[in-house]
Each structure stands twice: as structure tokens, then as C-alpha cells.
């Protein structure tokens, strides 16, 4: 994973996992690897791993049994709303992005169309 240098790299990580978690490649339940994994294979301080899952228990997007590891959460309110608050975050930005390219409302609409029917052909 190649890291941007405006954002904290712990919050690049969190979207990572959040995405793999919306789109199933570590569903409900799950087992985490450990922040010794976890740094391993984000090629990250284990700090900096122990961060992401305290940050990520607080969001309730995963749950530690202690002697037995960090999992996925169970609770399907919280997939549903992490994928809500980063379709948002996407949109927010493409909007903003799309006005400042003069395109009006019509013409975004329009152009999404377009794009969508070439990615599902």
C-alpha cells in the first residue's frame, strides 16, 4: 500500500480495512491479524497498529476477546453506516470537484450515466 503524505497514515489503514469490510473481503465476524500482522503487512510501526484498532473499537467496527483476538464487528447498523459516511465522502468531494470544473447539475448527471454504462459493459 503506497501512503499519501497529507493524510495520518493510521486513517489511510482504517479506510483500507473499511473498504475491505463494505465490500466482504473481511466480512462480520471476522478475525483480524494482529498488530504484529498488521504492521507487517502494512509495512507499519506495530504502534501505529495498536492505534488502528483502538480507533477502530471505538467506532465499533471491531471488538477484542482478550486471549483470542480483535474481530470484525457483527453489528450490520455499523456496515451500513460506515458505507454511507465514505459514499458520502466520495461524493462530497466529486461534487465540489465537478463545479469546479463548470459542469452543471445535468451535465455531472450525464456524465455519471455515461461513465457507469461503460463500466458495467
Not at 498488521?38 to 473499537?57: D, F, L, S
Request: charged residues 30%; hydrophobic residues 35%.
Amino acid at each position: 500500500m503506497e501512503y499519501e503524505n497529507n493524510i495520518p497514515i493510521y486513517l489511510q489503514v482504517m479506510n483500507r480495512i473499511k473498504k475491505d469490510m463494505i465490500q466482504g473481503k473481511l466480512p462480520m465476524g471476522a478475525k483480524l491479524p494482529s498488530t504484529r500482522d498488521m504492521a507487517v503487512q502494512y509495512h507499519i510501526n506495530p504502534n501505529t497498529a495498536g492505534r488502528i484498532y483502538k480507533e477502530m473499537e471505538q467506532q465499533n467496527m471491531c471488538y477484542t476477546k482478550r486471549g483470542l483476538g480483535t474481530f470484525v464487528t457483527e453489528d450490520a447498523t455499523v456496515f451500513a453506516a460506515m458505507k454511507e459516511a465514505m459514499a458520502e465522502e466520495v461524493l462530497e468531494t466529486f461534487i465540489k470537484e465537478m463545479k469546479d470544473l463548470g459542469y452543471s447539475k445535468d451535465e455531472v448527471m450525464s456524465v455519471i450515466e455515461k461513465r457507469y454504462e461503460r463500466e458495467t459493459d
